[in-house]
Structures are given as C-alpha cells and as structure tokens.
C-alpha cells in the first residue's frame, strides 16, 4: 500500500445540472432519431428532471415524457429493509393457495435489476433555504423494480389504480404536491399489507381506503418512500400545498360517489371502446327523490306554483337627480351581473354534476331505477368483452347482471308470464348460453390473479407454459422421401435423434444417364437445399449435444 504524502483527498461528483443541460442539448437529435422533429417546435415543456411534447393525431392530444437517467446495476444498501422486512403471507380459505406480494422470486429479481438516478437535487419548499449540493445531487428512481412487480398486479388492483389517476387528474393535480407516484408507492404498501383481499366486488371499498390513506400521510406532512422507508416523499412539497391537497381529498372522501362520477364523465372515450357509463343518467337517479318523481310524473300539484313578483317602481317624475342617477347605476350594475352569470351558464357543460349534492338513502323509486340502469350497463359490457375475447370479464358482468335482475324483479328468471324485464332476461340468457367452463376459471384468474392459479385468455399470468417439446420418433420409416433413419449409431446420454438425409438432383423428375447415379450438387445448391429439410425439431434443440445431425 502506497504511504499517504497528503492530508487530502480529492473527489469528483457528476453534475445533475450539467447533466440536464446535455440532455437538453441533445433533445432535438433524440427527437429526430424517433421521428418526432415537429417536438422541437415550441411544443415542449421541460420540468426537470424530465421534458414534456405534445402532438395532436386525430383530434386527440398525446403526451410525451422524456426524462433524462442513468442506470446503475446494483441494489442501494438503503434499500435493505424493504428486502428483509417481514410480509404477511394470506391464505384462501376456498383453495388453500398462499398469497404474498411482492413474492420471494419477485424480490431476489428486484435485487439484481438495480435502479436508475435522474438529474434532479433536493429544493426545499422555503425559498430561504438554498440547498448549496443542488447542483451535484441526484435522485434515485426505481423505474425497472415497479415495472417488474406491477406486472402481477392483477384487475382490481388495477381498477383501484386507475380510478385512484382519474381522480387526480380530475382534483389534485392542479395543486401541484400530489403526484401520481404517491398514489402508486401507497397502493403498494396497501397490496403489501393485505395480498389476498382484493376482489371485484370490493374495488370501491378499496378505493375509499386508499384515498383515507393518503389523508392520513397528508395530515402528518410525511409518507415514507415505498423502497426507502427512511426517506419522506413530502419533503419537498411546501406545507400549506399539502394542506390544501389534504382538504381536496378530505371533500372527495365526503362524497366519493358524485366525485367520481363527475370525474368520470369528463373522461374521453377511443373509438369502438367499451360501453361508456352515462354518468348523468345515474347522477339523475341518484339525486332525486321519490317525491321529485311523483312530481314529474303527476305535475306539481302541491301548490307552491311559482309566481312572477312585480316590484312597483317608483315614478321618474317623482325622484331628484341623485335617485335617478343610482338607479342608473343599479341598472347598469345588474345588467352586468346577468350578463356575467349568463356567459357562466354557458361555459358549463350541457349536463353540470353537483359534487356537492347529498347523496340520500335509497327509496324504492330510486332503487328500481338504480337497478334496471347497472343491469342494462352490465350486459352492454359483457357484450362488448365477448367480442374483444375477453370471456373471464364477460362472465363477472353476466353474474352482476343476473343478481341485480333477481333483486329487480324476482328469484324465478324462468317465469312465464310478460314482464317489463323480459329484454332483459332474453339478453342475459344468450350470454349464458355460450360460456363454458373455461369462463368461469378465466373470470377466477382475472379476479384473485394467483401465479397457480389456470392460464387466463384475459389476463396475461407471468407462469406462461413453455411449447411442449416434440415427441420421440417411433420405429417407422420417415415419410420424408430420400431419408432414412439410421439406429446403428450408438447413442450419447439419454436420447440421440440422428438424422441422414440423401440430397440428389430432382429436376425435371428423372435421373442423369450416369448408371442411375444421382449427381451432385454445388455447395450453395446443396445449402438451400439442406435449409428446406424439415428435421422434426428447432434450431434451440439442434444445439443439445442430445442431437446429433448427419446430412
């Protein structure tokens, strides 16, 4: 070991600055080597770490996000509690199948996977607190990890999730403290800690809980990272942003339903998509009573008619100037308010759901409205998943449809006599005509989403079953004109396949006058030649040394 002449030591950081201005240098070059050059254009927002496009195809408006990283192959040493930490393991009570999430194998791949920094320094939310390493600071993202275990999340997890984005890009996201990573690190922690509860018919409830979960860490201006405990993903926001994010969630919480559905109808649909829900209707039934139906249906009979109230105004000829002058500017001043409160009118959307409007208990009026709206929608989507080949979800909306239908018009759906229902019936009946068994192990799949569970049609399992390999020749003779199997051949370990094949001249279907000998052929004739035998096996088992292959 060399004697140490120095008491000091000189040390070299990257720059997470000059990173980003590279990157950003570089942007127009990324942008043409994609085929995107138009993104140059003044079209492009840059929020560091990351830049942000946008282009316009088919009326519709697509965002890119480029963001700038480097990969690092090894998993931080921070991040060693997150490994060892002790998961709870759930078992089902039907099937005896264990779940936990993330599994151990999915844990070990995290592991060797590493994770990625992105030129980004910590701000603090004062702007009196400079943060003098800005410049040399860099923030670890853990970009592949998530790619990797979110794969086994399975469809109700998803909903939540997706349903969980729809409301922060409805309510949250103009605050700018929450982020959609928040979201996603908390719906991890709440899969971590209960792996096996998660159904299609909870989806809701599960919702509720994730939203009262991230009241709970905006309350307390703190919320663990999901890879690194230690680390507060609140640190950077300023307080009273996170207040005001803390009460927009407090509001949803009160009255998710109309929340959601408002949310939900300012969604744009693809073309040929599924079925959209008419939010409106069902806010429709919803909000009103039983009282305000009779009132439709019968006219208002009740005796509160409204009644056009005539203010007697006072004769000009009887006012002074003063008088006269503020009625002229009361006139002028309620004009302007009319006009202001039409041109509001108008900017709201043709059907305005009130968020804030009471959601009240269920009479019967409403409840049978409320029934016969959800059992129409679910066979619409049943029908729709049928023809994207989509039969485990197919079925689940046939089964809430079929239930639904019994609570709106009775257990006997085989009853003979007219019913108001009976296009109904008729619809769910030629849904359950042609599933199969298949459908009900499909829909159990796509619903509790075990790694043992059978291979889904809908739902892509991350256990795919390997192509079997092909069978064994059996004694017979090749069909393959011109071969021959030869058995004479010892054989290696286990099972040797050999192969001969006699390549001879077949133009014009007759042999040369040479004695019947066939003629040869040239190198490359006889390779194209070669390449057109179809030996029974694939290039992949060609290369076992099981194999042996002699031409």
């Given at each position: 070991m060399p004697e140490i002449t120095s008491d000091r030591e000189t040390i070299k950081y990257l720059t997470s600055k000059g990173m980003m201005e590279y990157f950003m240098g570089q942007y127009p070059t990324i942008c043409e080597m994609?085929?995107?050059?138009?993104?140059?254009?003044?079209?492009?927002?840059?929020?560091?770490p990351s830049m942000y496009s946008m282009e316009t195809v088919d009326n519709k408006s697509i965002f890119w996000k480029f963001t700038s990283s480097l990969e690092c192959g090894f998993f931080p040493q921070k991040c060693t509690p997150w490994v060892e930490r002790k998961r709870i393991v759930m078992r089902d009570k039907k099937t005896g199948l264990e779940y936990q999430w993330p599994s151990k194998e999915q844990i070990d791949a995290v592991k060797t996977i590493g994770f990625n920094i992105v030129p980004l320094g910590f701000v603090h939310p004062r702007k009196n607190h400079k943060n003098v390493f800005s410049s040399i600071e860099w923030e670890i993202k853990f970009f592949k990890a998530?790619?990797?275990?979110?794969?086994?999340?399975?469809?109700p997890k998803l909903k939540v999730y997706?349903?969980?984005?729809?409301?922060?890009?409805?309510?949250?996201?103009?605050?700018?403290?929450?982020?959609?990573?928040?979201?996603?690190?908390?719906?991890?922690?709440?899969?971590?800690?209960?792996p096996g509860?998660?159904?299609?018919?909870?989806?809701?409830?599960?919702l509720i809980q994730l939203l009262k979960k991230i009241l709970h860490y905006l309350k307390k201006q703190r919320m663990p990272h999901y890879f690194l405990p230690s680390c507060n993903m609140f640190a950077s926001i300023a307080n009273h942003k996170l207040q005001e994010s803390a009460e927009a969630v407090f509001r949803i919480t009160e009255n998710p339903v109309f929340y959601l559905l408002d949310a939900v109808q300012n969604l744009r649909y693809e073309a040929n998509f599924y079925p959209r829900l008419n939010a409106w209707?069902?806010?429709?039934?919803?909000?009103?009573?039983?009282?305000?139906?009779?009132?439709?249906?019968f006219g208002n009979q009740s005796g509160n008619k409204t009644r056009n109230?005539?203010?007697?105004?006072?004769?000009?000829?009887?006012?002074?100037?003063?008088?006269?002058?503020?009625?002229?500017?009361?006139?002028?001043?309620?004009?302007?308010?009319?006009?202001?409160?039409?041109?509001?009118?108008?900017?709201?959307?043709?059907?305005?759901?009130?968020?804030?409007?009471?959601?009240?208990?269920?009479?019967?009026?409403?409840?049978?409205?409320?029934?016969?709206?959800?059992?129409?929608?679910?066979?619409?989507?049943?029908?729709?998943?049928?023809?994207?080949?989509n039969h485990g979800q197919a079925f689940m909306y046939t089964q809430h449809a079929e239930n639904l239908l019994k609570l709106l018009s009775g257990p006997d759906l085989s009853d003979s006599d007219a019913s108001p229902f009976d296009g109904l019936k008729v619809s769910i009946f030629r849904l359950k005509e042609i599933q199969t068994d298949m459908n009900k192990k499909d829909y159990w799949n796509i619903s509790f989403g075990h790694p043992k569970l059978v291979h889904s049609n809908s739902f892509r399992s991350t256990d795919i079953p390997s192509i079997p390999l092909p069978s064994l020749p059996n004694s017979e003779s090749s069909p393959i004109p011109g071969t021959k199997r030869n058995d004479d051949i010892p054989t290696k370990r286990g099972t040797t396949l050999i192969s001969t094949a006699d390549v001879h001249h077949h133009q014009g279907e007759s042999l040369p006058a040479n004695g019947g000998q066939p003629q040869l052929l040239s190198l490359s004739s006889l390779q194209s030649a070669v390449d057109s035998i179809d030996l029974g096996y694939t290039p992949e088992e060609a290369d076992d040394e099981s194999i042996d292959i002699r031409l």
């Amino acid at each position: 070991m060399p004697e140490i002449t120095s008491d000091r030591e000189t040390i070299k950081y990257l720059t997470s600055k000059g990173m980003m201005e590279y990157f950003m240098g570089q942007y127009p070059t990324i942008c043409e080597m994609i085929g995107k050059p138009e993104f140059t254009d003044g079209n492009t927002v840059t929020e560091q770490p990351s830049m942000y496009s946008m282009e316009t195809v088919d009326n519709k408006s697509i965002f890119w996000k480029f963001t700038s990283s480097l990969e690092c192959g090894f998993f931080p040493q921070k991040c060693t509690p997150w490994v060892e930490r002790k998961r709870i393991v759930m078992r089902d009570k039907k099937t005896g199948l264990e779940y936990q999430w993330p599994s151990k194998e999915q844990i070990d791949a995290v592991k060797t996977i590493g994770f990625n920094i992105v030129p980004l320094g910590f701000v603090h939310p004062r702007k009196n607190h400079k943060n003098v390493f800005s410049s040399i600071e860099w923030e670890i993202k853990f970009f592949k990890a998530e790619n990797l275990i979110s794969r086994s999340l399975h469809y109700p997890k998803l909903k939540v999730y997706l349903l969980s984005l729809v409301l922060h890009k409805a309510y949250l996201e103009d605050i700018l403290a929450l982020r959609e990573e928040h979201l996603r690190y908390c719906l991890y922690e709440m899969i971590e800690r209960s792996p096996g509860e998660w159904t299609e018919e909870n989806v809701g409830e599960k919702l509720i809980q994730l939203l009262k979960k991230i009241l709970h860490y905006l309350k307390k201006q703190r919320m663990p990272h999901y890879f690194l405990p230690s680390c507060n993903m609140f640190a950077s926001i300023a307080n009273h942003k996170l207040q005001e994010s803390a009460e927009a969630v407090f509001r949803i919480t009160e009255n998710p339903v109309f929340y959601l559905l408002d949310a939900v109808q300012n969604l744009r649909y693809e073309a040929n998509f599924y079925p959209r829900l008419n939010a409106w209707e069902l806010y429709k039934i919803l909000s009103n009573s039983a009282k305000n139906k009779l009132n439709v249906m019968f006219g208002n009979q009740s005796g509160n008619k409204t009644r056009n109230v005539v203010e007697d105004e006072p004769a000009w000829d009887s006012m002074d100037r003063y008088q006269v002058k503020m009625r002229e500017e009361y006139d002028k001043t309620r004009g302007q308010a009319e006009q202001k409160k039409k041109l509001e009118m108008e900017k709201k959307p043709k059907h305005h759901i009130d968020k804030m409007t009471e959601l009240r208990r269920i009479d019967d009026w409403k409840k049978s409205d409320l029934l016969e709206f959800l059992v129409q929608h679910f066979i619409r989507m049943a029908e729709q998943s049928n023809v994207y080949r989509n039969h485990g979800q197919a079925f689940m909306y046939t089964q809430h449809a079929e239930n639904l239908l019994k609570l709106l018009s009775g257990p006997d759906l085989s009853d003979s006599d007219a019913s108001p229902f009976d296009g109904l019936k008729v619809s769910i009946f030629r849904l359950k005509e042609i599933q199969t068994d298949m459908n009900k192990k499909d829909y159990w799949n796509i619903s509790f989403g075990h790694p043992k569970l059978v291979h889904s049609n809908s739902f892509r399992s991350t256990d795919i079953p390997s192509i079997p390999l092909p069978s064994l020749p059996n004694s017979e003779s090749s069909p393959i004109p011109g071969t021959k199997r030869n058995d004479d051949i010892p054989t290696k370990r286990g099972t040797t396949l050999i192969s001969t094949a006699d390549v001879h001249h077949h133009q014009g279907e007759s042999l040369p006058a040479n004695g019947g000998q066939p003629q040869l052929l040239s190198l490359s004739s006889l390779q194209s030649a070669v390449d057109s035998i179809d030996l029974g096996y694939t290039p992949e088992e060609a290369d076992d040394e099981s194999i042996d292959i002699r031409l």
